[in-house]
Every structure is written in structure tokens, then in C-alpha cells.
């Protein structure tokens, strides 16, 4: 009765084998790489730039010991953190000779120094957590108020002009907290203005009012458009921090929204979150301006202001533009990557009421004539746009050029992350020194192994034979536990560790339960095999009843929780899944093994139960 | 080896009121400390910055407090896991940049002393605060309310309430302990609280299953015999267990460093009264809740084995 049936050895031995595959590249440690992503959307790193690094890295006699190129950009593993250093000097002379102007961001990383072949089948080590590594975590509301407030403010400008486009006479159009409110002096001209304020934003809810002295429109936005907008100006702002973090030269940024108007940033191994602070908080913005053809063809500098452009073949030119400035970046409302008339890429861009009304002028007096997008950062500007006016235009425009799809939607990109669609507040921070996430690990780990060695021996005085099965099984679980956690890649931080340690000293209670089970079987009377069954039977909804109850409160936590809460919830209710399964299954296949074959078990190693 | 030779049913429900009436004493107890003193919240639920600084030699806990003072920052400074370490909380104070606090702390102390490294940061908003303490609450009382709904329908719904009255009684008290000694509540202490309530349930999802079983097997015996012969039988599992776990916290509290002191310590209380309230506390309640043998002999044949020792006591 206690045999299994050979499947069942082999499905076991077969979960262990892979749990050790996963655990392994965690024993490898970590190497110091080079990391170079790209700083811009049109910048790319591929395979040619690898080939180049090497053989750059060749002639100046620095040994790789790898590389590998993947989604986050391209990461050369070196030797040690001297030859590191020299690395990424060496890559970020050759690859930014403009310091002040990088288009590749080289970062210091560690890469696993686990085979490749690990890495290959995904096995990767543990995702460790800010508190274990060092580095900075903010949280950042969106004001969505102010996202809103700046919305209806060009609705209302936009209103302005289709209305005198139409003749239509109002007496005034004002925004009053999350509404606009349209003043006419008559019912009929209302009447009209209604139909053509749905014909120019259907995004608007209008709703009649009388106040006795005027007829008016109250206008609210729409339901959805309202989250439309909202989720837009989140989008929009991770766009531009994502640009601002790529200045900072960090391996493995995370940016992400967090709920309806808040967005994460952690930047691993950041040491000066002063800095970081005024990067993320730092406004970046776009001009239109018009080219100086004349500076252009003479060379002169003279009363101009003279950006460089990169062409796409990769070379830079100098663009001269006149001093004045047509349009902000704040007055741009949006950008989308579309086609023309001609089925050419291009992107369209509007603005807001008022510098339509400039651009609609300065077009028309410069027809034929060269105007450029400045893009400025830092006080630096580059144009990222020089294109030859083709008609007159207003509020409304396309920016043609010798665009590939790819490009339009990259400039569109770029153009929305010019400004933060809404202002942000720093709401949460948290900054660990890289010697405190050190001694985090150490003290967790500390912890686990010495509470780990203490459950052991008793367990092994206590229980004997029965007591090293258990302990066996506990070790499985934890092997199983840093699998998984390996596997998934779940962020591992100092209260997961906890939890490691917390649901192994949890687990031992089923082997407790099952070997007191069988204790007393025997004791009742019964033959070896038969208290092994009927230990591990009775023992099963006990255990199963348990660890459910332990699990809702984990699931509680895991729901509920947010950052330190949540490291503890992830590891804690997968620790309950592993443990059900190492301190059942796992340690049944080994008792089995040990007595099952035997025709007559004599006695069990179980400890004392010769009392009655 | 065996620590338990217990040879005959020991009369745990004889003294049953005994316990409750200390358990509501202690209770009271832990609602006064509550009420009177508060708990000790840490900046993640008040909002607030919290800076973490390491001297190279002892810190001079008085002049940081000073220096801090006299730039108007008025916090909590005070050493934190060893005399070098110092732990410095500011409030969130009505219209002050919050977020720029850090870095003021940062900037005077490296002024004052080059060897200062700011180990660690954090900042929380007045927002986040009271958002993290609406969730725990709200983490607690699903939990809660998850657990008895399980336990009505794997047992009885006596069996949920009393567990669940016996096992918030241990939360409360541990609560209780924070507030009486004004230790630091901070978001590790909340989890702990909650993977306490998971676990001592568990304690006492024990002790149930065992009384279910016994009132199918001792069809003669009266409910409190059954109570306790189920105690009893599973007395030296409960003592074991607790025991291995409150070692692995145990090494948590020696090892672990200052981060996980007060989890540890949440731990252990919450083990230490986890065996108390889920044995002495819910058993009784379960009683006086008026369980009966004919809850459970709906399903009278279940397994084999047990009609063997038909009225058979461990």
C-alpha cells in the first residue's frame, strides 16, 4: 500500500530536476557588463553595433567574456569591474562623441555569470528587489486636474475661432472648473451654436441653461472622453520620463503605471537621487521656428540660432533658425503618425487656438520657405523636423518629410513626450544605499539558514528517520520555492526573504502533523504500512484545511498589499503551494522508497512510540 | 525521543470559563493600551520622510537633532541596530515641499560630518498614507471574513465564528503589545499581523478536524469529553510545530537586523498567544456556541479505519 507507481517517482524526479535547473543560476552570481540601449527612437541597437563594440574592444586588448543582445539593448559581460570601467569609458568616447548630446546610453550593469546555456532555456537568477540591490523607487501622481484644466482651456480657444468661422456671435466662453460655459444673447443663436460645438468637439456633453440674463451652454466632457484623456496624459508622461531617464544611464529602469494617475519608477543601483530627482522633474520642450535659408547658404551665424539635424544617414548638418520663436511645446495638443494625400508617411500634430492663429500667418507669409521642430532638453536643442511649407495651415498640420513609418511614429512620439501632458508630484520615495541592500541579503539569508539548520536537527533528533524524510522534503520545498520565484522573475526584496523563512518554519507543521499521525497509528496497534497510509490519509485534510486558511490571508495580502506588503505576499502564498506539495507528495515518495518495498517494515524509525 | 507521554484525556474544557475570562481580560487589556496610547504608526501610513544615516563612528544623536532643528525640521532622531546607525523621522508638515526634505537632510548632515552616507530613504505622502491604511484594513477584514466562510463550509459555521473570535482576539493583542510598548507599526508588522491570523486559523483548523473526527468516533462521550480527548491528542503536534516555527523567528529576531525586528516580534507574539487562544480560546467558544454530535454524523461512513477504534481514546 505504500508503493508508487513508477510514473509517479519519475513526475517527482523530473519537478526536482527542473527546480534545480532554475535554482542553479542563482549559485553563479553576477559579472560586471556594459549595457548600451538607445537614447533615441531612432537610434537602434542591433547586431552591426555589437560587431562594432567588439571589434573596437579588440584593438584596445579589453577581453569580453560574452554578450548578449536583447530587448533591453546590448550587455558585454568583462572580467572585473576595473575592465569594466575601461569599457564603458572606451564605448561611451566611440558611440557619444557629443557628451552633451548622447544618442546611446551606456550604462554599468551585472549580468548573471550563469553558462549561456542557462540563460538560453530562461533560467535566470532571482529578481532582486530595490532593497536588495540599492536604488531608487518614486511614486508619481499625475495631476489630473491640471490635465483636464489645460484640455478644456484649448476646447475653449478651439471654440472661439469655429465660431467666428461661422458667424456666429457669442457673448463669451469661459472654462468654471470641469465645465465651459458658452454665453449667447439670444435662444436662436444658441440653437445654432449648439450644432456646430457638436460638430467641432463630439466630445463634449452640452446641456442648455438659462441664468435670465444670458442663454448659455454648459459643456462637460464626456464620460469616456474624460478617461480617454486621462489615460492619454499617463501614457504620455511615462513616454517623457521614459526619455529622461534613458540621460541617466541606468541598466534596468522600470516605469509603469500604477492605478488610474499614478506612475512607478524605480531605478536600480541610482545612487544620487538628487539627481535622478531633477531629471524626472525636468521640463523638456518643443519650438517651431523658421529656417534662415539666407544664414543657410552664407554660413553666417549672425543673429540666428543654429541647431544641428541629423539626417538619416547618419550625418549631422547645422541648421540656422530665426530668433523667433512661432510656437511652445506646451501649446502643441497632440501627434499621431498618419499618411498624407499621397500615401506618404507623415505626422500630424495639432495645436492649440492661439498659435493656430500664428501659425495660420506665419505660413502664409512663408510659403515655399524651409521651418523647422526644435526639440530642447537641458538647454540643448536639436531640430528633429526641417520641412519646406507647402500651403497654408493653421491649428491643424501635417509634417511631411522623407519619413519612413517608423520614423513618423517615433517623431510623434517624441513630440508628445516634448511635455509632460500633466504636472506630476512625487508622492512616495525610496532610496536604499547599495552596502544596506548588501546587508539585507546577508541578514536574510543568515536567518533562513540558521532557523533552516535549527528545524533540521530537531527535527532529525526528534523524529529520526521520519525526521530527516521531513527535513529532506523541507529542503525540496525551498529548493522549489527559489525555483519558482527564479522562474517567474517576482520581485524578491528583504520581507520576501521573510516569507521564505516565515512559510518554511509554516511548512514543517504538515511533516509534524503527518509523523504524529503515524506515531499515534502505531501506537493504536497498527502494522507499519498500514499507520504510514493512514498517517499521510488523516493527516491530508488537515493539512489541505490549513494551508487554505493560510492562503486566504495571503491572497488578502497580495490583493490588498502594495510594496513591502506585497514582496512578502507573492513568496508567501507560493511557499504555501510548494509546501503542499514537498511535505506530501515529496516526502511520501521518499518514505515509500525507504519502507514500501519492504514485505514487512518491522519498525519505524519514528522516534520513541513504545509507550502506552 | 518523545516530549509527550500524555497516558490520559487532560480536562481542558473543565476550566473552560478559566480561560475565557483571562482572555477577555487580556483582551480589555490590549483595547485600553490601544485606546489609550495608540499604536506607534511608522511614515508608510502617517506620511512623512524617514532617513536612515551611518557615521563612520558613533553618531551624535543630540547634535544631528540640533542641526535639524535649527534648519526647522523638527523629527524624531534616534540610533537605529547599532550606535553608528541613526534613524531621523520627519513629519509631513502643511504646506512644506515634502519631497525635497530628504535631500535637505542629506545636504546639512554630509555639511556637518563628511563621513555621514545616507543609507536609505523614504518618503511617503499624506495620500499614500491613509490609502495603505484603508487596504490593511480592508486586507484584515477580508481575511476574516474569507476564513469563516471556509471553515462554515469545510465544517460548520460555529466552528468559523469561533475560530475567527479566538484568532482576531490574538491580532488585537498584538496590537495591544505595540501600543503598550510604542513599537514602531510599520507595513512588515501589518503583514506579519495578517500571515498570524492565517496561521493560527490553521492552529485551530487542527484542533477542529480532530473534534469532527472524535464525534464520529466517541459516539457515548459528552461534547467536552470530545473537546478535550481531541486537545489532547493533538497537544504534542501543536507544541512541536509552534516550536519549529518560533525557531525559524527566532533567528529571524537575532539575525535578521533591525528591518525585520518588529515583523519577528509581531511574530512571536502572535505564535505565543496563536497557541493559547486557538486551543483554549476557540475550543470553548465552539462549546458554549453549542456544538453538538449531530452537526456531523450526516455523513456517518468515511473511512474504514476509524470504526477500528470505535470509542477509542489516545
Request: hydrophobic share 50%.
Amino acid at each position: 500500500m505504500n508503493r508508487f507507481p513508477t510514473w509517479k517517482y519519475a513526475l517527482i524526479g523530473v519537478t526536482i530536476a527542473a527546480a534545480l535547473l532554475f535554482t542553479l543560476p542563482n549559485f553563479f552570481g553576477e559579472a560586471p557588463a556594459v549595457q548600451v540601449s538607445s537614447n533615441r527612437a531612432t537610434v537602434k541597437v542591433d547586431a552591426a553595433l555589437l560587431g562594432r563594440l567588439e571589434q573596437l574592444l579588440i584593438a584596445q586588448q579589453i577581453t569580453t567574456t560574452g554578450a548578449i543582445l536583447d530587448l533591453h539593448g546590448l550587455r558585454i559581460r568583462v572580467a572585473d569591474a576595473d575592465t569594466q570601467l575601461k569599457a564603458k569609458d572606451l564605448i561611451e568616447k566611440t558611440l557619444n562623441p557629443d557628451p552633451q548630446n548622447p544618442e546611446y546610453v551606456v550604462a554599468l550593469n551585472l549580468l548573471s555569470s550563469s553558462p549561456s546555456w542557462l540563460t538560453a532555456v530562461h533560467a535566470l537568477p532571482m529578481y532582486l528587489g530595490l532593497d536588495l540591490r540599492g536604488g531608487v523607487h518614486f511614486l508619481l501622481q499625475v495631476d489630473m486636474q491640471a490635465a483636464l484644466v489645460k484640455r478644456l482651456e484649448s476646447f475653449a480657444g478651439d471654440l472661439r475661432t469655429g465660431l467666428r468661422e461661422k458667424n456666429i456671435r457669442h457673448a463669451g466662453i469661459a472654462r468654471e472648473g470641469q465645465t465651459l460655459r458658452l454665453r449667447f444673447r439670444d435662444a436662436e443663436t444658441r440653437d445654432k451654436a449648439m450644432v456646430t460645438v457638436g460638430q467641432l468637439i463630439p466630445v463634449l456633453t452640452l446641456a442648455r441653461r438659462d441664468d435670465g440674463q444670458d442663454f448659455m451652454i454648459v459643456a462637460t466632457l464626456k464620460p469616456e472622453a474624460l478617461k480617454n484623456e486621462q489615460d492619454l496624459a499617463v501614457k504620455q508622461n511615462i513616454v517623457t520620463l521614459h526619455r529622461r531617464v534613458n540621460q541617466l544611464g541606468v541598466a534596468e529602469p522600470v516605469i509603469q503605471q500604477q492605478g488610474v494617475d499614478r506612475i512607478v519608477v524605480q531605478l536600480p543601483g541610482v545612487q544620487d537621487p538628487a539627481k535622478a530627482k531633477d531629471i524626472l522633474g525636468r521640463t523638456a520642450t518643443l519650438e517651431v521656428r523658421l529656417v534662415d535659408e539666407e544664414a543657410m547658404r552664407s554660413g553666417s551665424s549672425f543673429n540666428v540660432d543654429v541647431f544641428p539635424e541629423r539626417k538619416r544617414d547618419g550625418s549631422v548638418s547645422a541648421v540656422p533658425v530665426k530668433k523667433q520663436i512661432l510656437v511652445t511645446g506646451d501649446q502643441f495638443i497632440g501627434a499621431s503618425a498618419t499618411f498624407d494625400n499621397d500615401h506618404r508617411p507623415a505626422v500630424s500634430v495639432e495645436l492649440n487656438e492661439t498659435a493656430g492663429r500664428v501659425m495660420r500667418q506665419a505660413t502664409r507669409e512663408n510659403l515655399k520657405h524651409l521651418m523647422a521642430i526644435i526639440l530642447i532638453e537641458k538647454g540643448k536643442g536639436e531640430a528633429i523636423s526641417v520641412a519646406t511649407i507647402q500651403g497654408e495651415f493653421g491649428a491643424r498640420f501635417q509634417i511631411t518629410g522623407s519619413f519612413t513609418p517608423t520614423e513618423t511614429s517615433d517623431l510623434s512620439l517624441l513630440i508628445r513626450a516634448g511635455s509632460l501632458a500633466a504636472p506630476m508630484e512625487i508622492i512616495e520615495e525610496r532610496t536604499v544605499g547599495p552596502s544596506l541592500g548588501k546587508e539585507n541579503i546577508e541578514k536574510g539569508f543568515n536567518a533562513t539558514k540558521w532557523g533552516f539548520v535549527a528545524i533540521v536537527l530537531f527535527m532529525s533528533a526528534y523524529y529520526t528517520l521520519f525526521g530527516v524524510f521531513s527535513s529532506i522534503a523541507l529542503g525540496v520545498n525551498l529548493l522549489f520555492l527559489v525555483a519558482l520565484l527564479s522562474l517567474l522573475q517576482a520581485t524578491l526584496t528583504l520581507p520576501g526573504i521573510a516569507a521564505i523563512a516565515l512559510t518554511l518554519g509554516m511548512a514543517i507543521d504538515a511533516n509534524v502533523l503527518i509523523n504524529e499521525r503515524i506515531r499515534e497509528e502505531v501506537r493504536g496497534g497498527q502494522s507499519p504500512q498500514a499507520a504510514i497510509a493512514a498517517g499521510y490519509e488523516r493527516a491530508w485534510g488537515t493539512i489541505l484545511d490549513s494551508n487554505v486558511t493560510t492562503l486566504i490571508a495571503g491572497l488578502a495580502l497580495l490583493i490588498f498589499g502594495s510594496g513591502p506588503v506585497r514582496g512578502f505576499a507573492v513568496v508567501h502564498c507560493l511557499g504555501i503551494l510548494t509546501s503542499i506539495f514537498s511535505s506530501v507528495v515529496v516526502s511520501r515518495a521518499i518514505v515509500n522508497l525507504a519502507y514500501g518495498h519492504r514485505r514487512k517494515a518491522g519498525h519505524l524509525a519514528i522516534g520513541d512510540t513504545g509507550w502506552k | 525521543m518523545e516530549f509527550f507521554k500524555i497516558r490520559r484525556v487532560i480536562p481542558f474544557m473543565r476550566h473552560a470559563l478559566v480561560f475565557n475570562v483571562i482572555s477577555l481580560l487580556t483582551f480589555l487589556a490590549a483595547i485600553f493600551f490601544l485606546a489609550h496610547k495608540g499604536l506607534h504608526f511608522s511614515v508608510e501610513f502617517t506620511g512623512g520622510t524617514l532617513v536612515e544615516v551611518s557615521y563612520k563612528e558613533a553618531a551624535k544623536v543630540e547634535k544631528i537633532r540640533e542641526t535639524l532643528e535649527k534648519a526647522g525640521l523638527n523629527g524624531e532622531v534616534q540610533n537605529f541596530g547599532s550606535s553608528r546607525d541613526v534613524l531621523i523621522r520627519l513629519p509631513v508638515v502643511k504646506g512644506q515641499s515634502t519631497a525635497d526634505v530628504s535631500q535637505k537632510v542629506t545636504t546639512l548632515l554630509k555639511a556637518e560630518d563628511a563621513t555621514a552616507e545616507v543609507r536609505r530613504v523614504e518618503f511617503v505622502g499624506p495620500q499614500v498614507g491613509e490609502e495603505l491604511a484603508e487596504y490593511g484594513a480592508l486586507a484584515l477584514l477580508v481575511t476574516a471574513v474569507g476564513i469563516v466562510l471556509y471553515l462554515w463550509i469545510r465544517f460548520e459555521w460555529r466552528f468559523g465564528l469561533a475560530a475567527i473570535i479566538a484568532n482576531l482576539h490574538d491580532v488585537v493583542i498584538i496590537l495591544g503589545f505595540f501600543a503598550l510598548f510604542q513599537w514602531e507599526f510599520s507595513l512588515p508588522v501589518l503583514a506579519a499581523v495578517l500571515a498570524v491570523l492565517g496561521y493560527s486559523v490553521n492552529e485551530s483548523v487542527v484542533v477542529f478536524d480532530r473534534v469532527r473526527e472524535n464525534f464520529r468516533k466517541m459516539r457515548k462521550a459528552s461534547v467536552p469529553e470530545v473537546i478535550d480527548s481531541a486537545i489532547t491528542g493533538v497537544i504534542s503536534r501543536t507544541i512541536i510545530t509552534h516550536g519549529c516555527t518560533q525557531a525559524m523567528v527566532t533567528t529571524m529576531l537575532l539575525f535578521g537586523g533591525p528591518a525585520l525586528h518588529y515583523f519577528a516580534l509581531a511574530l512571536t507574539i502572535g505564535i505565543c498567544f496563536g497557541i493559547y487562544s486557538s486551543v483554549l480560546v476557540a475550543s470553548p467558544l465552539v462549546m458554549w456556541l453549542g456544538v453538538d454530535r449531530t452537526q456531523f454524523i450526516r455523513a456517518p461512513k468515511k473511512d474504514p479505519l476509524e470504526d477500528k477504534n470505535e470509542g477509542a481514546v489516545v
